[in-house]
T-cell receptor, first 113, second 115 residues
Framework: DAKTTQPPSMDCAEGRAANLPCNHS???????VYWYRQIHSQGPQYIIH???NNETNEMASLIITEDRKSSTLILPHATLRDTAVYYC??????????????FGKGTKLSVIP | EAGVVQSPRYKIIEKKQPVAFWCNPI?????LYWYLQNLGQGPELLIR????????DSQLPKDRFSAERLKGVDSTLKIQPAELGDSAVYLC?????????????FGPGTRLTVL
């Protein structure tokens, strides 16, 4: 799987948009970008995934650059409950690695009142 | 719908003792995963089951770790004997089927402390 690079930590004011960047410059054409988050003392939780088009769901939006070498997860109105570690993961679509999630260290997002 | 259930949530043992963790996946989920998470790190896959078959155990330290999923539903992960370095959170996850589109649903984990 391609490696990802994320900042170790970020702060965001409550009610503002949180924009979490991820670099995945070695991503291949058939690999998806996944985002999970892990709130303290809980297991990771799926947020969103995409291939090359921007995606939006009830939790977040995912913006993938045209060259697919980077992406941004957007939480439009961050709340205190969004404080968590956010993981950006690149995942293949076929073969033995298609099931596997390879977690890095993620970005620790702190939402500040 | 109930999520992934793990027990115990916390376990403290002395080194060289055995320990076991139990996981009940979401009903109907054929794929089950065990992950290890060290402090400050992301989870690392230990083993993956498809029904009752361990299809990937390449990351499982087989000298002291073992796992089973006898009826293809719940699963147990065992460490015998435990070492100080095994202190970590052990996470179980499940997904409905193989493939890249299926999210994995994680349990809350078991925090193991080895003294």
């Amino acid at each position: 799987d391609a490696k990802t690079t994320q900042p170790p930590s970020m702060d965001c004011a409550e009610g503002r948009a949180a924009n979490l960047p991820c670099n995945h410059s070695t991503i291949s054409g058939n690999e998806y970008v996944y985002w999970y988050r892990q709130i303290h003392s809980q297991g990771p939780q799926y947020i969103i995934h995409g291939l090359k088009n921007n995606e939006t769901n009830e939790m977040a939006s995912l913006i993938i650059t045209e060259d697919r070498k980077s992406s941004t997860l957007i939480l439009p109105h961050a709340t205190l409950r969004d404080t968590a570690v956010y993981y950006c993961i690149v995942r293949g679509v076929s073969g033995a690695g298609s099931y596997q999630l390879t977690f890095g260290k993620g970005t620790k997002l702190s939402v500040i009142p | 719908e109930a999520g992934v259930v793990q027990s115990p949530r916390y376990k403290i043992i002395e080194k060289k003792q055995p320990v076991a963790f139990w996981c009940n996946p979401i009903s109907g989920h054929n794929t089950l995963y065990w992950y290890l998470q060290n402090l400050g790190q992301g989870p690392e896959l230990l083993i993956r089951y498809e029904n009752e078959e361990a299809v990937d155990d390449s990351q499982l330290p087989k000298d002291r770790f073992s796992a089973e999923r006898l009826k293809g539903v719940d699963s147990t992960l065992k460490i015998q004997p435990a070492e100080l370095g095994d202190s970590a959170v052990y996470l179980c996850a499940s997904s409905p089927r193989q493939g890249p589109y299926n999210e994995q649903f994680f349990g809350p984990g078991t925090r193991l402390t080895v003294l």
